[in-house]
C-alpha cells in the first residue's frame, strides 16, 4: 500500500505541475532554498533561509540532486511531499499494530487514509503539510508505544519524534505540552514532573539550536517572529474567513473545519473512560492546533486557511484505533468493552469515509479554501468547472495562469547564459527554479548580494525584475542601479512577461541579445521611473 500510495502522490503531483502548471508560492520557495544550498553561484546552508523550520527544505535536496540532470528539479517539493505522504501510512499501521486494533480495521483506515482526496493534495502539492503529518504520525506511534509499556526508550523515541515534528512545522510546539503531559499522567503522580520533562527534552534543545543557528547568521534569536509579523496581516475582506472575527466566530469557524476535515477526533472521547490520562493527551493535542487557530483568527495574526488543519486527518485515524483497541488491563467492565468494540471500529470506519465525502465537498468550494486555489484540485475531482473569478484580487486562481511564463524565460534565457552570461534577480522566483544554468544566476541568497547589486556593470549582463516587488525584501540597491544612468552602457527592459520583467545591459554602440529585438541597436528614451513596466515591443533604456 505505501508504494501504490508514493506513485498516487507522485501522479497527482506531476498532473498539479507539468498538466496544469500550478504551485504554491511556498512550495517553489522551499524547493528553490534547498536547490540554493547545493546549486548555485554561491552555494552554502543558510541559503535555506530562516522563516521556516529546516526538515521540510533539507529534505529536499536529495530529491534536487536526483532530478536536476534531468532539468526537473522544480519537482523535488512534490516528490518529497510524496515521500513522506507514503511513509506516513506505515506509520499509523504500527501505531494500530501497538494498539492492538483488529488487523482489518488497521488495513481499512490505512487504505481510507492513501485515496482521500485531502491526502493526495497534502502528498502532492510540494508544502509541508504531509512531512508534518508523517512526523505527527511518528510521535503517535511512539505515544501509543509508551501508552501500552513505560519503558524509557519508548520515552526516549517518543522524545525525538516530538522534537523532528518541531523541526518541521512551528506548530508542534503548540501539541508538544499536551502530549508530554500525556505521557506523564500515564505515572504515578510523584514522576509526573520527570517524565514531562525528559519528553521535553529533546525539543527544547532542538529551539535552543534554532534559535542560536538564527542568531548568529540573521543576527536575531527569533527572526522567524520577527519576519512574520510584517507578512502574517490577515487581509481584511478574507472570504474564507467569518465576516465578523469574533471569538466565538473563531471557534465556530475553527470547530466546523474539524468536524469536516477530521471528524475522527471525536472517537478519543469513546476511550476516555477506559485509559482516560492516555487519551486525554493524545485528544488535547489534537484539539490544541485549531483552538490556537481561532485565537489567531479573532486576532487576525493568521490567514488560517483549511489546509492548515490538513495535519488534523493524522490525529482523526489514530482516534478511531485508539477507540476501537482494548485496554491495557482486565480492569473492571472489560467484558462489555470488547461487546462495544467490534461496533465502534464499523463506526470509525463510517466516520472516516463521511470525512473524506465532507472535506472534498467543502474544499471544492471557491470561497471556502482561501487564496490558494486548492478549491480547483477538488473541483475537478468532483467533474466540475474550474473556471473562476479571483480572489483578492490575485490572477492566479486558475492553474495554467501560474507557471508558463517561467518556462519560456527559461528557454530564451539559458542559451546565452550557457555562453557564460550571468543575471541577477531581485527576488528569487521560478525561472531560479526551473532554469538548468544555476550556477549563473546572483541571487538575494548570496552572501555578497547587496554588494555585487549596488555596483552591477561587469558583474551581470540580465537582471530578472518580479512586478510585486519594486521595493524588494533584498534588491532594492539592485532595482536603483538599474535605474541609474550609466556612461558606459543601458539597461534595456527586453521582455515584459506576467509577474516578471527581463533587463538587459547594452554596451554603448552595441546591439540586444535577447528579446523580439535581439540584433538591433536599442532606442534612445528617457529613463523610466522604478517599478513601471513597458511591452517588449518598445524597449525601455536607462541610460545616457
Known amino acids: 500500500m505505501t508504494v501504490v500510495a508514493f506513485f498516487e502522490f507522485l501522479a497527482a503531483g506531476w498532473w498539479m505541475m507539468y498538466v496544469k502548471l500550478y504551485s504554491l508560492g511556498d512550495a517553489t520557495t522551499r524547493t528553490l532554498n534547498a536547490k540554493l544550498m547545493v546549486l548555485s553561484s554561491d552555494p552554502h546552508l543558510g541559503a535555506i533561509g530562516f522563516y521556516w523550520m529546516p526538515i521540510p527544505t533539507f529534505s529536499r535536496i536529495p530529491f534536487v540532486l536526483l532530478l536536476e540532470p534531468l532539468g526537473a528539479a522544480a519537482f523535488a517539493g512534490p516528490m518529497t511531499c510524496a515521500f513522506f505522504g507514503a511513509l506516513t501510512i506505515p506509520m499509523l499501521a504500527s501505531t494500530g499494530r501497538v494498539l492492538g486494533a483488529p488487523r482489518w480495521l488497521v488495513v481499512t483506515v490505512c487504505a481510507v487514509f492513501a485515496l482521500s482526496p485531502l491526502t493526495i493534495y497534502m502528498s502532492s502539492n510540494g508544502m509541508s503539510e504531509s512531512t508534518f503529518a508523517c512526523f505527527i504520525a511518528l510521535t503517535l506511534l511512539a505515544y501509543a508505544r509508551w501508552s501500552r509499556s513505560h519503558q524509557v526508550w519508548d520515552l526516549v523515541f517518543f522524545g525525538v519524534a516530538l522534537a523532528l515534528g518541531t523541526a518541521t512545522r512551528y506548530e508542534m510546539l503548540i501539541v508538544a505540552p499536551f502530549l508530554c503531559a500525556g505521557v506523564a ?285 519594486a521595493v524588494s525584501f533584498h534588491g532594492q540597491a539592485l532595482l536603483d542601479a538599474i535605474h541609474a544612468k550609466t556612461a558606459v552602457g543601458t539597461w534595456v527592459m527586453t521582455r515584459d512577461y506576467t509577474n516578471v520583467t527581463l533587463w538587459e545591459f547594452v554596451p554603448t554602440g552595441k546591439a540586444l541579445t535577447t528579446g523580439p529585438d535581439a540584433g538591433k541597436l536599442p532606442a534612445t528614451t528617457a529613463p523610466t521611473p522604478a517599478g513601471t513596466t513597458t511591452t517588449a515591443a518598445s524597449p525601455t533604456v536607462l541610460g545616457p
Open 185 to 469: 499522567m500515564q505515572l504515578p503522580r510523584a514522576r509526573w514532573v520527570r517524565a514531562f520533562t525528559l519528553a521535553m527534552i529533546p525539543t527544547l534543545l532542538w529551539v535552543a539550536v534554532w534559535a542560536l543557528a538564527s542568531k548568529l547568521i540573521m543576527k536575531d534569536w527569533i527572526f522567524f517572529l520577527h519576519a512574520s509579523s510584517g507578512l502574517t496581516k490577515v487581509p481584511e475582506h478574507a472570504p474564507w474567513l467569518p465576516e465578523n472575527r469574533t471569538l466565538a466566530n473563531s471557534l465556530k469557524y475553527s470547530g466546523e473545519l474539524v468536524a469536516v476535515l477530521a471528524p475522527g477526533i471525536v472517537f478519543a472521547v469513546a476511550a476516555l473512560r477506559r485509559t482516560f490520562r492516555a487519551t486525554f493527551g493524545l485528544l488535547a493535542g489534537a484539539l490544541a492546533l485549531p483552538l490556537v487557530s481561532a485565537y489567531q483568527v479573532h486576532t487576525g495574526t493568521s490567514w488560517a486557511v483549511p489546509r492548515f488543519y490538513m495535519v488534523l486527518s493524522v490525529f482523526s485515524v489514530v482516534a478511531v484505533l485508539w477507540a476501537s483497541s482494548p485496554p491495557t488491563s482486565n480492569a473492571a467492565g472489560a467484558p462489555r468493552g470488547r461487546r462495544l468494540r467490534p461496533w465502534l471500529s464499523f463506526a470509525g470506519v463510517g466516520v472516516l469515509i463521511v470525512g473524506v465525502i465532507s472535506a472534498t465537498l467543502h474544499l471544492a468550494v471557491q470561497r471556502a479554501t482561501g487564496p490558494e486555489g486548492e478549491y480547483i484540485f477538488f473541483r475537478y475531482l468532483l467533474g466540475r468547472d474550474t473556471v473562476s473569478t479571483p480572489i483578492l484580487g490575485s490572477p492566479n486562481q486558475l492553474f495554467e495562469s501560474d507557471l508558463h511564463q517561467y518556462y519560456v524565460l527559461r528557454d530564451e534565457l539559458d542559451p546565452v547564459l550557457a555562453q557564460g552570461k550571468k543575471v541577477a534577480t531581485d527576488v528569487s522566483n521560478f525561472e531560479t527554479l526551473v532554469t538548468r544554468e544555476p550556477r549563473q544566476y546572483v541571487v538575494p541568497e548570496n552572501r555578497n548580494f547587496e554588494l555585487v547589486a549596488a555596483d552591477p556593470i561587469g558583474r551581470f549582463d540580465f537582471v530578472v525584475v518580479v512586478k510585486s516587488s
